[in-house]
C-alpha cells in the first residue's frame, strides 16, 4: 500500500510539473496531495484494524460491550488520523495543539458527566456486573428506596431497570461505580427478594410473627405460590423489624406478594392490638 501510494504520488507530482500553468502551485498541490494519500490509506488502516478488533470482540464479549469498545476505538483512531492529514497539510499542530488544550479543558468541563457515564459504562458492560436480564436490586445513599426490578438495557450512558412495579427508570452509569450496592435476586431458576418490614413493638413481636404467618400461609395457598420464610430480624426500641424472603418465578408477581404479606402483618398486628 505504501508503494502504490508513492508511486501515485510520484506520477501526479511529475504531471503537475510538466503543466506551466499549473507549476506555481505545486507546493500546495503537493500538500492536498500528500494530505488526501495519508487520509486515505488511513482510513483503510483503521478499516481493517476495526474489522479485526470486532472479530476478536465478538467471541470475547456481548454485544454491548463491543459496541463500547468500537467506540471508544473509533474516536482513538480517528483523531490520530485528523492529526496525520493536519501535519501533511503542513498545519502547525504545536499551535493547534496549545487551543486545543484550552478548548479541551472547556468542552471537558462541560462534557464530564456524559464522559464519566460513558467510562463507567464500558466498566460496566466488560466487567458484566449488570447484564440485560438481570434481576437486581440498587441500593444507593444517592437514591431512597432502593430500585428493584430486572435490567432490560445497558447502554453507554444509562443502565434501563424495568421496576417490579412496572416502571422503567433509567439510571446514570456514573452512578453505579463506588455508589451503588448490587444484589441479584436469582438463585437458580427462582427470585429470592429479602422484604423487611418495621412495625411497632407495643405488641410481643413472636406473637405477631407466628399470627401473620399462619395469615400468609393462608394467602398463598389461594394464590397457589410459595410461601416466604419468615424471621423475627431485630428489635429496634419502640420497633420490631420482621424480615421476609419472597420467592418469585417472574420479578413481575413481587408487588402481588408483597401486597398480601403487608396486610398480613397489618391484619395480625391489629387483632393483637385490639386484645
Known sequence: MGIIAYVVHTLLIAFVSSKSNLAPYLNDIQLGLDAAIVGIVGYIMIRIIKYALDN????????????????????????????????????????????????????????????????????????????????????????????????????LLFTEVRTYTGNLVKVPNSAFLGNTV??????????????ELTINADVPGTVLLERAKNIIEDEFKVAKAEPPKLSFNSKNGSTNVFLVLIKVEDIKNLVHHIDIINKAFDRAYWELKGK
Open 56 to 155: 476478536y470482540l465478538a467471541s470475547k464479549a456481548d454485544k454491548t460491550t463491543v459496541r463500547s469498545i468500537s467506540l471508544i476505538v473509533d474516536i482513538l483512531l480517528y483523531s490520530l488520523l485528523v492529526l496525520a492529514v493536519l501535519s501533511a497539510l503542513g498545519v502547525n499542530l504545536t499551535g493547534a495543539a496549545i487551543g486545543g488544550a484550552v478548548g479541551g479543558v472547556a468542552i471537558g468541563l462541560a462534557a464530564q458527566t456524559v464522559v464519566s457515564n460513558i467510562l463507567s459504562g464500558i466498566m460496566v458492560t466488560t466487567s458484566k456486573t449488570v447484564r440485560p436480564g438481570d434481576a437486581v436490586i440498587l441500593s444507593s445513599w444517592i437514591w431512597s428506596p432502593p430500585i428493584i426490578g430486572e435490567a432490560e438495557r445497558v447502554t
Open 182 to 195: 448490587f444484589t441479584k435476586l436469582r438463585e437458580g431458576e427462582e427470585l429470592v427478594y429479602p422484604y
